[in-house]
Structures are given as C-alpha cells and as structure tokens.
C-alpha cells in the first residue's frame, strides 16, 4: 500500500498581502502527478487545508481543481 501524507496546506493564505494563489495551484498539480506516478492508494491530510476558518470561493476553487 502507497501512502502520501501531507499536511497544512494553508490554501487561501497571503504572505504580507502577496497572493499565493499560484504557488497553491502548481502544488497541488505536483502533488495530483506524485499521486499518479507512485500509483498512492492513500493520500493523507492531517492539518489545515484551507487558511481560514470559512475559506473564500476561490480557495475552494483551487481544491475543486484537484
């Protein structure tokens, strides 16, 4: 069995007002091709997804794309 475990991915956070949306997208896309190339039966995610409490549609958005 292939496990990826993975945590606070903090989707939505700013960094001094600069928008990571683009960092975020492109790790997810990463990490969407890790999950095909090591053929994972289980991808973990222990912490934060989103960065806030009541995550902003965009946020959401690049987790759809998922």
Known sequence: MNIIHTADWHLGQTFFEYDRKMEHTLFLAWLR???????????????????TPNPSAESKAICLQW
Do not use: I, R, W
């Open 33 to 51: 091709e890790q999950v095909k190339a090591h053929e994972v039966d289980v991808l973990l995610v222990a912490g934060d997804v989103f960065d």
